[in-house]
């Protein structure tokens, strides 16, 4: 099972951060992934946080966003800095599992307006 | 960067029908290609991946083929429950895109 929360409302520019809380299995021995999907739109992949520690990151994203991952809290997070409008979405974490992605949340709402 | 093409972007059908979405890469994949059933206010469900496997738990009426550059999802026998957004994702190289999707209407 996995459990997001630290979505809300944030100005532009301002920072937030994500978890992911992970039940069941081991995040380490995982790749664990963040998908959002903005109002009315469809699935953007944002980034995955790899077993061996190597990270990725959407182009719209890469700079900004941060993923990392608390062994000791079985927890990913989604470090969310200098946001815009464009980043209001419903965020999903979720288990890669033989190449797709097999389990998810049921996700957290970021805003992001004045 | 690879880019997913999913046709149509919508279609209606009805409860018996089959019906076939087909998704496209801008580069070859080999089968490295995921199907995704969305329905609003839920979580994306998994339900094909590597192009053909059939993801535990999901009814085999979700068929799925293709490899390179050109897949296919079929839905025999369409059901009530099935009426959702379809999305195609490629999982060869990061950034692991999707599709644009295909809502999958009732006729």
């Known amino acids: 099972q996995l459990v997001e929360t630290g979505g809300g409302l944030i100005q532009p520019g301002g920072s937030l951060r994500l978890s992911c809380a992970a039940s069941?299995?081991?995040?380490?021995?995982?790749?664990m992934t963040w998908v959002r999907q903005a109002p009315g739109k469809g699935l953007e992949w944002v980034s995955v946080f790899y077993n061996d520690g190597a990270t990725y990151y959407a182009d719209s994203v890469k700079g900004r966003f941060t993923i990392s991952r608390d062994n000791s809290k079985n927890t990913v997070y989604l470090q969310m800095n200098n946001v815009r409008a464009e980043d209001t979405a419903v965020y999903y974490c979720?288990?890669?599992?033989?190449?797709?992605?097999?389990?998810w949340g049921q996700g957290t709402l970021v805003t992001v307006s004045s | 960067d690879i880019q997913m093409t999913q046709s149509p972007s919508s279609l209606s059908a009805s409860v018996g029908d089959r019906v076939t979405i087909t998704c496209r890469a801008s580069q070859t994949i080999s089968t490295y290609l995921n199907w995704y059933q969305h329905k609003p206010g839920k979580a994306p469900e998994l339900l094909i991946y590597?192009?053909?496997s059939l993801q535990s738990g999901v009814p085999s009426r979700f068929t799925g083929s293709g490899s390179a550059t050109d897949f296919t999802l079929t839905i025999n026998s369409l059901q009530l429950e099935d009426f959702a957004t379809y999305y195609c994702q490629q999982s060869y190289s990061t950034p692991y895109s999707f599709g644009q999707g295909t809502k999958l209407e009732i006729k």
């Open positions: 590597g192009s053909s």
């Open positions: 979720a288990r890669e599992n033989n190449w797709g992605l097999d389990h």
């Open positions: 069941g299995f081991t995040v380490s021995n995982n790749y």
